[in-house]
Every structure is written in C-alpha cells, then in structure tokens.
Nanobody, 110 residues
Framework: QVRLVESGGGLVQAGGSLRLSCVVS??????MAWYRQAPGKQREMVAT???????NYADSVKGRFAISRDDAKNTVYLQMNSLKPEDTAVYSC??????WGQGTQVTVSS
C-alpha cells in the first residue's frame, strides 16, 4: 500500500503564496507531479519533476510556481507565488502517473 499525503492548502488572497507538500510512504517515484482540478473542469497537470531534477510546468503557472523534491524526506513540494483566483482548485500529488494522493484545497480570493 503506497500512500501520498498532501498538505499546505488553504485560503489566501490574490498575490499571496502557499507551499504545498506531498509525503510518500516510501521512496518517491522517478516522476513526481502536481495536478489540479477546479469544479466543473478537467484535471490538469501543473508541474512535473523527474529524478534528475528536470522540471516541466503548465503555461498558466510558469514563472509563478516551482516544483522541487527531497528524496531523503520522501517529499515533493510545490511553491506557489503570485496566486490568482483562477488557481483555485484541489491540488493532488502523483507518482509515475499511477499513484495519487487525496488532494488539498487551495482557494484564492480576489
């Protein structure tokens, strides 16, 4: 049983920052990712990071979000800056595109 547990979500005003964490119950996977899903919308990829540190970001978050990993702590982070109301969603952590956490709610007010 592999568990991924996200934390760090909450309510923040536009322009503010949050840092999300994802702790995995074992060595983290080669590919770790953050996804988000807003009500009535499809889930979308926010950011990915590979074991060699290569990162990719959705165009909508480039320059504002940063994904990182700490393999010694079995943890992946998502630093979110300059938050916008359209960033409001449930953010979920994924490993190797097959393992998923339960998600953490991020709400950005105007």
């Amino acid at each position: 049983q592999v568990r991924l547990v996200e934390s760090g979500g909450g309510l923040v005003q536009a322009g503010g920052s949050l840092r999300l964490s994802c702790v995995v119950s074992r060595t983290i996977f080669s590919i770790m990712a953050w996804y988000r899903q807003a009500p009535g919308k499809q889930r979308e990829m926010v950011a990915t990071i590979s074991s060699d540190g290569t990162t990719n970001y959705a165009d909508s978050v480039k320059g504002r979000f940063a994904i990182s990993r700490d393999d010694a702590k079995n943890t992946v982070y998502l630093q979110m800056n300059s938050l916008k109301p359209e960033d409001t969603a449930v953010y979920s952590c994924g490993g190797n595109y097959v393992y998923w956490g339960q998600g953490t709610q991020v709400t950005v007010s105007s």
